[in-house]
């Protein structure tokens, strides 16, 4: 869809082009350039760090391109999600469009910067766990470059038509045609074993909840507005580029900054936690396990460490024999791919690998102290230990002490495996800012122009917005990965219904295919670019 195959409705387009100058455009690409030094400059600091001398040139030139593409993805989301927050405040002449854009920029960072890194861990989560704990090898390079590029191509393509669409959405139906491809390419074992099914229930449910959520709740504050707040200058639209009213363009300042804030804490780590995939894999010495835990902290994960491997032996069977470490490990491996954890034999695994991490990290400390060929190992049994208690569920063999120490073990474990560092925030953080400076207008169109017939009121882009900020923010509060474009596009088409402006059916179709289609797209793209790269690595 083109931006001029509808006329704007009436009220007018706003100057796109108002501010724009060749020093933008060259301090936009210093941006870029000091952007990719701090990463670069970052990595190496870290391996400096771990007194790790360097990694061999493929292997860093491997991890250079997949960073790059990492990025790439969250540049791209920037041209959907961000320019979503930025629609109401220019099309309602709040803000002029660049400064709306920058402005927006910044409270991304924020929202990136104190994002507590849930959301990135649940949609890691959907991937087999036989790829997260190989991601170094060949079928995790392969992964990892299938997901985001399938990501990329889907991205680029509606964007280039045109129409709002969700990288969340794309994201996940790449992360599933990698895990089916994956299965397939398997000698053995069921198809569905390549997905997590559970957890893609979870985050799908999210997503196919985000467009109906902002379509109803926006229409029905919108309505609660006209009843409560009486003044007309809010229900009218922009005269020319005459600005609102003082309070009206706080009030869309407001949302706008609320909805980038969310949209960053919530959006930004869907890239993060891929990127921490590829660190791992690449320079598992430096990123494997979180180094800045302070070693205060180490005595007592040791006796909870303990207390767990103590718990699963009790209700284990009898048994003549204990598994090796090496046997616990694939015995684990193989419960969490079936999701049938609540087993004696599961739990004789669990209570190996438990003691294994207790020795090792007494042995040494700390977490930084831990040699580099040891590393892999102790982050693997964190991890499968972690995700086997995740999943257990209620499991009515144990008491609510045992189920407590279990809660306190798994806490401990996510905080020495699952953590973010800051200059990855940062570097996310400016790829989604600037995104949104390069692709903002095709979408910014779309939901300003192509949604409803008449032009965008005040309390109409105020009521999507709130809508837009107060899901997201509670998305991320629970973890739960949500469509920014989803919730928005759809709050302003409930807006334009409950105002009786009517709708631009088109376009609404042309979301709606989107929506219907990215999956399966996202699926095939994936899953073909695996099978592919899996004969190059």
């Excluded at 303990?306 to 694939?330: G, I, N, S, W, Y």
């Excluded at 289609?517 to 695996?530: E, K, Q, W």
Aim: glycine content about 10%.
């Amino acid at each position: 869809m083109s931006d001029t195959m509808l006329s704007p409705p009436v009220g007018g387009r706003p100057n796109m082009r108002k501010g724009e100058h060749q020093a933008f455009r060259m301090f936009f690409l210093g941006v870029i350039a000091a952007a990719l030094a701090f990463v670069g400059y970052s990595v190496l600091a870290d391996l400096h760090a771990v007194g790790t001398s360097g990694i061999a040139t493929g292997a860093f030139a491997l991890l250079a391109l997949a960073l790059l593409i990492a990025l790439g993805f969250e540049f791209v989301n920037g041209f959907h999600d961000t320019a979503n927050a930025v629609a109401t405040v220019i099309y309602t002449n709040s803000l002029p469009p660049l400064v709306a854009v920058v402005w927006s920029g910044m409270w991304n960072l924020l929202g990136v910067l104190t994002s507590s890194g849930a959301v990135a861990y649940s949609v890691v989560t959907l991937l087999p766990v036989e790829l997260i704990l190989q991601v170094g090898s060949g079928a995790g390079h392969a992964m990892i470059f299938a997901l985001l590029l399938s990501a990329i191509v889907w991205n680029l393509a509606t964007w280039a038509l045109g129409i709002p669409n969700s990288s969340s959405h794309a994201l996940v139906g790449s992360i599933l045609g990698v895990g089916l491809a994956n299965q397939l390419m398997s000698p053995s074992g069921s198809a569905l074993y390549g997905v997590d099914w559970m957890q893609v229930k979870k985050v799908f449910s999210a997503l196919l909840f985000s467009p109906l959520c902002g379509f109803v709740l926006a229409a029905g504050l919108f309505i609660v507005l006209r009843f409560v707040v009486r003044n007309a200058a809010l229900y009218r639209a922009p005269d020319g580029d005459a600005p609102p009213p003082l309070w009206i363009r706080g009030l869309l300042i407001g949302t706008c900054t609320g909805v980038s804030f969310f949209h960053g804490s919530n959006d930004g780590q869907k890239g993060m936690g891929l990127i921490m995939l590829i660190l791992i894999g690449a320079a598992p010495t430096a990123y494997a396990l979180n180094r800045a835990m302070p070693d205060s902290m180490m005595p007592g994960f040791v006796e909870t460490a303990q207390q767990a491997a103590h718990v699963f032996d009790v209700h284990a069977q009898p048994m003549l024999k204990q598994p090796t470490a090496e046997e616990a490990r694939a015995q684990v491996t193989d419960a969490l791919r079936v999701k049938s954890i609540a087993r004696p034999e599961v739990y004789a695994a669990l209570s190996v690998l438990s003691a294994d991490i207790a020795q090792s990290v007494s042995g040494y400390h700390s977490l930084h102290e831990i040699p580099a060929a040891t590393v892999p190992n102790v982050r693997t049994d964190m991890y499968l230990v972690a995700e086997a208690i995740h999943n257990m569920g209620n499991a009515t063999s144990f008491s609510a002490e045992e189920d407590g120490e279990l809660a306190s073990f798994m806490k401990q474990l996510n905080a020495g495996t699952r953590f973010i560092p800051v200059w990855v925030k940062i570097a996310v953080a400016l790829a989604l800012g600037l995104g949104t400076m390069v692709g903002w207008k095709r979408i910014v169109v779309t939901v300003g122009e192509k949604i409803g017939k008449t032009h965008l009121t005040y309390a109409q882009g105020a009521s999507a917005e709130l809508v837009a900020m107060g899901t997201i923010g509670l998305a991320e509060g629970y973890g739960l990965p949500v469509s920014t474009t989803h919730i928005l596009s759809s709050g302003v088409a409930g807006t334009m219904a409950a105002g009786g402006g009517g709708l631009q059916w088109s376009t609404l179709r042309a979301m709606g295919m989107a929506w219907i289609t990215t999956l399966p797209a996202a699926m095939l793209i994936s899953g073909v670019l695996y099978v592919v790269f899996r004969h190059i690595f």
